[in-house]
Nanobody
Framework: VQLQASGGGLVQTGGSLRLSCAAS????????MGWFRQAPGKERESVAT????????YYADSAKGRFTISRDNAKNTVYLQMNSLKPEDTAVYFC????????????????????WGKGTQVTVSS
């Protein structure tokens, strides 16, 4: 399984970014996907997850109303649209995959139960 995240960058407070994660080496339509993040000195945390069919999502409280996770099974890609960004959103964002998990269950899984990609840095300046 290979997961390649992209789309990070430097943005001002209130700005937007769209992250993408291209997946390969798996039957994408059977995998739930998620975005997690890790800020300096902090533990990795779940941001948003989506089930294999795209009809179930789960968001961290910090992401609700600002972030939207979506997927395109034809392109083997999952997205995270981030709006109204805040300095506290600054982190390395990672894409993860887990077969047949519900979105909520995936958000709470131990990291060793997920496939991980390399992260993409998101920096929000104040």
């Amino acid at each position: 399984v290979q997961l390649q995240a992209s789309g990070g960058g430097l943005v001002q407070t209130g700005g937007s970014l769209r992250l993408s994660c291209a997946a390969s080496g798996l039957m994408f339509s059977t995998y739930s996907m998620g975005w997690f993040r890790q800020a300096p000195g902090k533990e990795r945390e779940s941001v948003a997850t989506i089930n294999w069919g795209g009809d179930g999502t789960y968001y961290a409280d910090s992401a609700k109303g600002r972030f939207t996770i979506s997927r395109d099974n034809a392109k083997n890609t999952v997205y995270l649209q981030m709006n109204s960004l805040k300095p506290e959103d600054t982190a390395v964002y990672f894409c993860a995959a887990r077969r047949w998990a519900t979105a909520q269950h995936m958000s709470a899984m131990n990291s060793d139960m997920l496939y991980w990609g390399k992260g993409t840095q998101v920096t929000v300046s104040s």
